[in-house]
């Protein structure tokens, strides 16, 4: 009888060490790669970047030169950034495979936006008012799209 009643609780025991092990598996399948999560983090705050300057662009009157000077700078600075953390084809987040495939493109856009963002950043450094950053603002968030468009996975 006790024999058997520690069989049993070998079995249940057994059970439950499968069951984490499973349980751990699939909580790994899905790791938060950190070049994945360094490149997200980045773009994430070039999107924080991206609403004070259109803020500004959408209401002409709340343009403040000083805040607008910071955001462009942050970009230009930041804009050589993300692109080191696309090392490895394994690990896409959202990035389309043509980040890989296409090396040359999503390179040519990643050069594109260091130099428009470059460009945002020497007239906001004199801009009194938006229309001295217009179109330089318009084109930083044309190649936000470009590239999106190309070598992002569309969600949302
Ligand atoms: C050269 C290409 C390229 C440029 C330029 C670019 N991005 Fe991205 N962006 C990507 C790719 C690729 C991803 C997907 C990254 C991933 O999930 O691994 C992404 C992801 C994002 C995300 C989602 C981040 C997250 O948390 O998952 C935001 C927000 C974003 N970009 C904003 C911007 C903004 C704003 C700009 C312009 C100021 C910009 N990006 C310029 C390629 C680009």
Same mark, same amino acid.
Request: proline share 11%; no cysteine.
């Given at each position: 009888m006790a024999q058997i009643s520690n069989q049993k609780s070998l079995k249940s025991i057994f059970g439950i060490t499968l069951m984490a092990a499973i349980l751990g598996l699939t909580a790994c399948s899905k790791p938060v790669d950190p070049e994945v999560k360094a490149r997200q983090d980045i773009m994430k705050n070039f999107g924080d970047a991206m609403k004070v300057m259109g803020g500004m662009a959408k209401?002409?009157?709340?343009?403040?030169a000083e805040v607008f000077k910071e955001q462009a700078a942050f970009l230009a600075e930041e804009s !050589?950034?993300?692109?080191?953390?696309?090392?490895?084809?394994?690990?896409?987040?959202?990035? !389309?495979?043509a980040v890989w495939s296409d090396a040359d493109g999503f390179s040519a856009e990643a050069d594109n936006f260091q130099k428009v963002t470059a460009e945002l950043n020497t007239v906001a450094q004199?801009?009194?008012?938006i229309d001295g950053v217009m179109p330089e603002f318009g084109n930083v968030g044309d190649s936000c799209e470009s590239c999106h468009t190309d070598f992002k996975v569309e969600k949302d």
């Open positions: 209401e002409p009157d709340t343009f403040d !050589k950034s993300p692109w080191g953390h696309f090392e490895n084809p394994e690990t896409m987040g959202n990035a !389309k495979e004199t801009a009194t008012s």
